[in-house]
């Protein structure tokens, strides 16, 4: 089609599902299937903005297939086309209000701790549909910046980074939309890909080199004397056996292995029909091999009954051990034989530090590394065979989660390698014990979760902007393949990822689109691609670029770049490129957004929606700095920080059922200016509750809480709260039930009742989460505030 056959303000595009042009005016952003004939005449129109014009043909975006194609792959096996929403001009959006706080004698509104992010505001007409969930919603994909830059230049001035923060399967909570899957024909205008910023396609053959794989899992159990004494292997045999109806296993595929493993490696041969398991043992652990070719992976419901006989003797199987040592390496390493043919999960129990075979790892926790410039090489792998290994599963799309208990040294920065290249997870239980009703509860229900949720398969992750943008970097648990291809052996859920990106040309249209899309096979067998679909408006001001900033967003990019940083430099370093960051930020809006210009202020100036970046920043390059407990906190309470509810005299309603659930207590500040000494406090750091209890607290309290007498006749410690027949335990009960419900993970929270005068380690424990107040060498949030202020001014 010739532009110069169309009146002037007119384009035309072909549409591939209709099999004509469509014909749109750039004057009015509508669009109509009949040619125009004269400059605006009246013709039968529908408003059809063109921000997803590809997306009306549902062509499913370029993802490769299972496999490994050759370098620098774009397409599908067999070919296959981009999903890339085409742009028409459009006038400019409207910008964001600009409203500079100063954060000197301001104290954090934790009330809205986890406020939305600046509203995308596109040109009028930039998008197909006027529907709400027409853009990605930010808990599957949110930019740090609501409005790009059209220039690196610019973007670089702003100090702000830009990048994006995926969770592309969060989990679903009530009231949550699932995620529309469009394989089925429909009113074009209601089709979901035109209506939905998060949508699955159902992949055509041309993504698959093979059948889609069943869910497979490999249970590697640890049955040391550690592993036994503590109750770990008991625990573990009777989770699985109380999930095996809760595996993803809906069309009957699912497959199930067992290796046991001490200083010898036990095999289970588990074949349909056989009433009871045989055991057979490889002592030779430095020639790892399979020793029967048939029934050590077996299908889960044809071998149901041996699975559940196997799953209630385990424990009994090895009461007797008395041996420490571990062969966990090798072990993984026949797992991996035994399902790197078809891909799965290895997942992977221990109790005890991988002592011998490949992987042998030693005890060099040396506490007076500790606080020093050394104390980075112990969070750095001591052997090369975590990471080499973990490359080796990645290829053969296998995850490897791992599940530490360790009551000693455990060297999680060697074993974390395998979950950070597979795609898997790290859960660590220091000091574990069955016998602690609270460990038990807290491990189950957190294995069980694991094991309950549903995964994608052989999984690929490829990120699109439009022209002139470009990711640089990547962050998360996943195998890089490729420049821009992430290859994850599954995906569990709730996992985020944080990509940066670059400006590499001008930015010359008014929108640009960032698009993720995830191929993946379901665990039922189904080829989808997940596509999540963000467009957001250009811009020449730097006003835009810090008005549209996402504070949640920029801190979680920062807690991720700062935790690697503390993998391979100092923490210290960690600590700093988190401040530096906050003060480049804070010095630019000073320059260029108020009056102080380049030279010195009283103020500490930054825009509203940026005001908790800070508060957040303060407490993340602080955790940088603390030991690795608190770098757990760093990494998993981004978007979860910690709060602090006043329980004592909390609203009526608090604690009771409203129309959204749970009624939560108002957030008060972390500080000790809010604790009163007969009050009773929750303190939520995302990992774990606090009850923390004045010394004052009048007996009723104690009684209607604890059922105990007196404030003297309580303990504290790990706590499993009574729920008592009266009101206030059961509200008590009920918050903190909906906090451990409010966290979208598996991870279950101990709960820790606190004394106000008792147990000092626990109390400073405890009171090191009141972030606004001075904590051992730590500065309190007004002076980490006049820190970044004398920086900001170049004192």
């Not at 490897?400 to 795609?423: E, H, I, K, N």
Request: with cysteine; aromatic share 8%; glycine share 6%.
């Amino acid at each position: 089609m010739d532009a110069q056959d169309l009146p002037r303000g007119w384009t035309a595009q072909w549409d591939d599902a209709e099999g004509r042009y469509l014909y749109i005016d750039t004057t009015t952003n509508t669009a109509s299937w009949d040619r125009p004939a004269a400059p605006h005449a009246a013709h039968k129109r529908r408003q059809y903005p063109t921000a997803q014009l590809a997306a009306a043909a549902g062509t499913p975006p370029a993802v490769p297939a299972v496999g490994y194609p050759a370098p620098g792959s774009l397409q599908p096996a067999g070919g296959g086309q981009m999903f890339t929403p085409g742009l028409a001009a459009a006038p400019q959006p409207a910008l964001h209000p600009l409203h500079t706080v100063n954060l000197i004698g301001l104290q954090p509104d934790v009330q809205n701790i986890d406020t939305a992010p600046p509203p995308i505001l596109l040109p009028p007409g930039a998008c197909i549909s006027p529907h709400p969930t027409a853009q990605a919603d930010p808990s599957y994909q949110r930019s740090t910046l609501n409005a790009v830059p059209t220039t690196a230049s610019l973007l670089n001035k702003s100090k702000i980074p830009l990048a994006l923060i995926l969770t592309p399967y969060r989990s679903l909570k009530p009231g949550d939309e699932p995620v529309p899957v469009t394989n089925q024909p429909a009113d074009r205008w209601s089709r979901a890909e035109l209506n939905h910023g998060v949508v699955e396609f159902v992949a055509p053959a041309e993504y698959m080199i093979r059948a889609p794989q069943p869910p497979v899992y490999v249970f590697i159990i640890d049955v040391s004397q550690n592993a036994i004494q503590s109750g770990m292997v008991a625990t573990a045999a009777r989770t699985i056996l109380e999930s095996l109806d809760r595996l993803p296993n809906a069309d009957d595929r699912t497959k199930i292995g067992f290796i046991a493993v001490s200083s010898s490696l036990h095999f289970f041969s588990l074949p349909p029909g056989q009433a009871e398991p045989t055991m057979l043992v490889v002592s030779d652990v430095d020639d790892v091999y399979l020793p029967k070719p048939t029934d050590l992976l077996v299908n889960l419901t044809e071998s149901r009954p041996v699975i559940e006989s196997f799953l209630t003797r385990l424990s009994d199987m090895f009461k007797d051990s008395f041996t420490n040592a571990s062969a966990v390496g090798p072990a993984m390493q026949a797992a991996h034989k035994l399902i790197g043919t078809i891909g799965g999960k290895i997942v992977t129990l221990t109790a005890t530090l991988p002592t011998i075979g490949e992987g042998a790892l030693k005890a060099r926790d040396d506490a007076k590394l500790l606080g020093t410039a050394k104390e980075a090489t112990l969070l750095q792998a001591a052997s090369s065979f975590y990471k080499t290994f973990s490359i080796d599963c990645a290829r053969n799309q296998v995850t490897v989660d791992m599940f530490l208990f360790s009551p000693q040294y455990t060297d999680v920065a060697s074993l974390r390698c395998l979950p950070r290249y597979t795609g898997g997870q790290v859960y660590y239980y220091p000091g574990f014990n069955a016998g602690r009703s609270e460990d038990a509860i807290k491990f189950a229900t957190e294995f069980g979760t694991v094991l309950a949720s549903p995964i994608g398969l052989e999984a690929v992750i490829r990120v699109r902007g439009s022209r002139g943008l470009r990711m640089s970097a990547f962050h998360g648990n996943f195998f890089t393949r490729s420049t821009d291809l992430l290859s994850l052996p599954t995906v569990p859920i709730d996992q985020s990822y944080a990509i940066e990106l670059q400006i590499e040309d001008p930015l010359t249209q008014p929108v640009v689109v960032l698009q993720t899309a995830v191929l993946h096979t379901t665990c039922y067998g189904e080829r989808r691609i997940r596509v999540m679909t963000t467009a957001l408006p250009t811009t020449t001001s730097m006003s835009e670029i810090f008005a549209s900033a996402d504070q949640n967003a920029i801190l979680t990019l920062l807690a991720n770049k700062a935790v690697e940083r503390a993998m391979s430099s100092k923490l210290e370093d960690a600590r700093d490129a988190v401040v530096n960051k906050l003060v480049d930020i804070l010095k630019v809006y000073k320059d260029t957004m108020t009056s102080a210009g380049g030279g010195a202020s009283a103020q500490l100036a930054i825009p509203d929606n940026l005001k908790l970046v800070v508060a957040k920043g303060s407490y993340r390059a602080d955790a940088c700095a603390r030991p690795p407990a608190r770098q757990v906190g760093l990494r998993e309470s981004t978007q979860i920080p910690p709060d602090l509810r006043a329980l004592h005299n909390m609203p009526a309603d608090a604690g009771t059922i409203g129309s959204d659930g749970v009624v939560m207590p108002p957030t008060l500040n972390l500080t000790s200016e809010r604790l009163e000494r007969h009050g009773l406090y929750l303190i939520d750091d995302g990992q774990n509750i606090f009850l923390y209890v004045g010394q004052d607290a009048v007996p009723q309290l104690v009684m209607d809480v604890f059922g105990l007498p007196s404030y003297q006749e309580l303990k504290g410690g790990k706590y499993t709260l009574p729920v008592l027949d009266n009101p206030f335990s059961q509200r008590v009960n009920a918050i903190i039930g909906k906090t451990r419900e409010m966290r979208r993970n598996p991870y279950w929270q101990h709960l820790y009742v606190v004394k106000a005068d008792a147990e000092p380690a626990l109390r400073n424990w405890a009171l090191s989460m009141l972030v606004e107040d001075r904590v051992d060498r730590s500065a309190s949030y007004g002076q980490f505030l006049s820190l970044l202020k004398d920086k900001v001014n170049g004192s």
